[in-house]
């Protein structure tokens, strides 16, 4: 297998960890130094396991199901769009009252040494908590 097939194989392990909530073996496969963009909570400063295991921390109560949509690679990068089904407590302090939310999200993994180093989140996060209720007031009407 080609190191290009390999990483793509690394994405889709990454998602099939974080539907499982298997946060072992997903430290496994970053590296020490591993660090995660995402815009908010400033985990951008959190380095390697510690990092990951704060992340997973942060979630709460959480039933989630990541399909990958696409995954793209090329040298030392893989994309990867996905569409997550989840129940979490909780988003963005917004509570779920139970309602599942569908969101679709992409992933570019830096993979060093066949471990992730590096990976930038982006998502529909403000798709997510509309699903949960949220409304957007327009400046001056609050």
Same mark, same amino acid.
């Given at each position: 297998?080609?190191?290009t097939e390999y990483n793509k194989l690394i994405g889709r392990r990454f998602l099939q960890? $974080?539907?499982?909530?298997? $946060? ?40 989630? +199901?990541?399909? $990958?949509?696409?995954?793209? +690679? ?6 990867v769009r996905a569409t997550n089904n989840c129940l979490q407590e909780h988003f963005f ?21 066949g471990k992730i180093d590096e990976t930038w989140r982006n998502a529909d996060d403000l798709?997510? $908590?509309?699903?949960?209720? +949220?409304?957007?007031?327009? +400046?001056?009407?609050?």
């Open positions: 297998m080609n190191r960890l $974080v539907s499982e909530g298997n $946060v072992n073996e997903l430290c496994e496969m970053i590296s020490p130094f591993w660090r995660m963009h995402i815009g908010f909570n400033g985990l951008e400063t959190d380095l390697g396991p510690d990092g990951l295991r704060k992340l997973f921390e942060s979630f709460g109560e959480i039933k989630q +199901a990541w399909t $990958v949509d696409d995954i793209i +690679a090329e040298k030392d990068k893989v994309v302090d917004i509570p779920s009252n139970g309602r599942w939310q569908k969101f679709t999200a992409t992933f570019i993994h830096h993979i060093r040494g798709g997510r $908590v509309l699903q949960l209720g +949220a409304q957007i007031v327009p +400046a001056g009407q609050i």
